[in-house]
């Protein structure tokens, strides 16, 4: 199952080693970048030196919601008297999951994503690439020159944090926590982010005994504070054992095939004695991937996140032909923003190349991001949080709703429980962030993000009647709960 | 569980029996006409002939829905492997989806209800109210008048068509149907719109053999065509005997505890033989509660709908102080556009009393009302269908997208089938009408119903970024698709 763009049929193929545009990195960015030049005209390149499809495709999104949406629609069913009594005492079959999610990610081969890039015209080839100053990339032996543009979308990858033991421990990142063949009995989770959250959500819905440490208060700290708590209650009722406030000061594994153990800082400088598992899995962050990616010779710093504008032409080059989409560039480090940024990317590139205007700029990066954690319960972010809009200067009000009181979230499932908030930006009226957290609430995102990138104003939100019974009545209560305040 | 307004406590009652304001119906338009005008300060009574929470509580929105989504749950955790094997071959137990039934409906007794209007400073009348006049309402022995407003909001009652046989058949109507303790072995269902097809649904689920006969090509004839053929489906799979183009001749029961036998006609003037069940719910359309309500005494006539203006004032009435809102204006009859009518009928109320100007028009009745139809599957529409475009000589185009090709949705559930269309008027690039159909569709609507009322352009959704991978991921393949086309 993969996630690319519609295409046409396009002739393409190169000329020599020169191409009008090559791209770096065949994740979903990449390839979007690359889809818009060629469907553009232009003779595209793209390199890859792992799997065409990138990490979304095979150690993120989508194996990470292949392993969380079988424990999700179970906790439902469970959650519906009538539909409980059928499930009774069933258990997740994690064999039968492992498998679906083994299909997702189409056995971690690439060759329909491949298929995929020939019907569009993109030539791939495959290797590491390294660029050797202006429009210049070197993959192997071959040294390929760019007409127009070179777009660097390699990703991000995990990054590990300098702990006594963890290097000779065998650790899990994302890319072992979404492929694992088998299900640890007892498994350490290291970080409290979206990763962590995730996988820590995932694991223990397939039978792991999983403890989540986190140094900060609660999990997924860039969030509304509430859907933090509500993510730690919901862990904490899936079994999995949450402990705030909670470092890793050493780890140990002297025997490679047995289990790992953590030596715990509770945080107030006592001991946090020790903790066993079978496998830890840390999740403490992202590093750009471009490392080896030759930005020495065009005057960037090996290893860095790399700036750009709103046009995705990176800061601190000369001339109009470094473009850098997705993780990299530390804007937004999702798939869907990065795929945007790519849409973007890949339009100013053909634009430019053929003398044209560039049709539009990511501005949405600035103010309408998205992002939804697929954890227990499922968080769901647009924009600014209370937090952020303070920071930001704004005048601003936020208000809350209780998810679990409206008629259509009760009529989903017995206790349902959660919690929306809007932030209005009170000289303008409009909405300016908004956060949901609940069963499912992923799907109630969407119409913030339109009413954020739209300006629609409150008075206008009022006509915007939401359909009886569901969910997302709680916009009328927000509304209400708003007009009240 | 009930559907009101958040409320404050208010001083009220009535000064003998003239009032501010008099509203005949408490179902949750009525209420919340009351809620706005008794929050405006003005002294507010409501006549109840029923019960207070009306038909929605207790005869429709809420036990209908209450029936139907355990049986949604259940299928959506059949639907992905690893949950499937967990629900195994274990059956819905109809006993406590009828138990859960009964407990949204308060066992149909209204007392939570009272204690709001009690609360909000509304006094309760009890009985059959009829006007006598301007301004002036007779309950029983009693004669109310109003000195502001009186606003009707009786709703509306099932309309059973005139065939042989079918007054002494006891026909289930919507109240049976969504209020019946037993599950019957066979139930025909007569009628594939809104109500037939979520009953036909909900009993299915619940183990009846349905028979689902219809006059027209497929279910929701009202809605896009694809919608009522993907229902046609769902119902089929589901069980359900799904027979367009035939409709009843003759109800036979001659033992009113026995079997019901419809004489069909299969509509090409052809025999269309008979059919026995153990019972026949007729949907066959609703029919205003204005025969008893006095309309004779101020020039309009018994039994018809209401028409209104923007602010609910009925046409046709000397002065201005009659109001009517939800069904029985006829505008759309649904809950939700019911309320919100009563939010601007009770402000418009409020305003004129006070010498203030009205505040906000019912304007989203003519371009914008959202509805969700729970069946198998979901069917979500807002706006203009493509026929209603069409009929209204706009100049439109519509892209539909197969929403089981979206990574959210496949991941949702092995073999998501489902489709969205946007309809885009082609003058200003926005959206006039959308259609979403597939297993938990409705809560994608809102997006599209704000997307709608505010008048977000075409290239403003382009930065409406969809999240990863969730449904509503197929708002992006909509603009692919519109682009391209």
């Known amino acids: 199952m993969s996630d690319r763009d519609s295409h046409t049929e396009r002739g393409g193929g190169g000329d020599g080693d020169t191409w009008d545009v090559i791209v770096v990195g065949a994740g979903p960015v990449g390839e979007n970048v690359a889809d818009r030049t060629s469907a553009a005209g232009l ?51 994690a064999a039968a999951v492992l498998a679906r999610r083994d299909s997702f990610t189409s ?91 995730e996988m820590a959500a995932a694991w223990a819905g397939l039978g ?14 860039r969030m509304e504070r509430f859907a933090g708590d509500l993510v730690a209650g919901g862990l904490t009722a899936r079994g999995v054992d949450v402990r705030p406030g909670t470092s890793v000061t050493e780890v140990r594994r002297p025997d490679p095939a047995g289990p790992v153990t953590l030596i715990l800082d509770s945080g107030d400088g006592g001991d946090g004695g020790e903790l066993v598992a079978d496998e830890v899995l840390f999740a403490t962050g992202r590093a750009p991937r471009t490392g ?26 000369d001339g109009t032909w470094l473009y850098a989409a997705g993780d990299v560039n530390h804007r937004a480090l999702l798939t869907h923003q990065g795929k945007y940024q790519a849409r973007i990317a890949g339009d100013a590139i053909a634009a430019r190349a053929q003398g044209r205007p560039v049709p539009a700029t990511a501005r949405a990066d ?8 697929f954890t227990e319960p499922e968080v769901a972010s647009v924009g600014l949080t209370a937090e952020a809009a303070k920071a930001a200067g704004r005048r601003f009000r936020c208000v809350d709703y209780d998810l679990g009181s409206v008629s259509g979230a009760a009529l989903r499932a017995d206790g349902y429980t959660g919690r929306a908030r809007i932030v209005v930006d009170e000289d303008h009226e409009v909405l300016i962030g908004a956060t949901f957290t609940g069963p ?21 939100l009022w006509h915007a009647v939401p359909a009886f019974p569901t969910v997302n009545e ?12």
Do not use: N
């Open 440 to 460: 499912d609430a992923g799907e109630l995102l969407h119409a913030a993000t339109i009413a954020i990138v739209g300006e629609v104003t409150i008075d206008d």
């Open 107 to 197: 056995g971690w081969r690439d060759d329909g994503q491949v298929e995929w890039l020939g019907s569009a015209g993109i030539e791939l080839i495959r290797g590491e690439a390294r660029l050797a100053g202006p429009r210049r990339v070197v993959v192997g032996d071959r040294t390929l020159t760019a007409r127009h543009a070179v777009a660097v979308c390699p990703g991000s990858e995990a990054r590990l944090p300098s702990i006594p033991g963890l290097a000779d421990a065998r650790p899990w990142t994302s890319r072992e926590a979404t492929s694992a063949k088998d299900v640890p009995g007892r498994l350490a989770v290291v970080g409290g982010g979206v990763v962590g959250a």
């Open 366 to 373: 600035a103010f309408a991001v998205p992002q939804v954690v």
């Open 43 to 93: 003779r595209t390149a793209i390199v890859e030196r792992e799997l065409v499809g990138g990490e979304c495709s095979y150690w993120a999104c989508i194996p990470s919601k292949a392993l969380l949406r079988p424990s999700a629609a179970l906790d439902a069913a469970r959650a519906v008297p009538g539909a409980r009594e059928a499930v009774g005492d069933g258990r997740l079959d």
């Open 292 to 317: 080896t990616l030759g930005l020495e010779s065009v005057g960037l710093e090996p290893g860095s996140w790399l700036t750009v504008d709103d046009t995705l032409l990176v800061d601190g080059v």
């Open 208 to 221: 792991s005994k999983v403890t989540l440490l986190m140094r900060g208060e609660r999990p997924l700290p």
């Open 474 to 485: 709680v916009w009328l209560r927000l509304l209400e709960t708003y007009r009240d305040s």
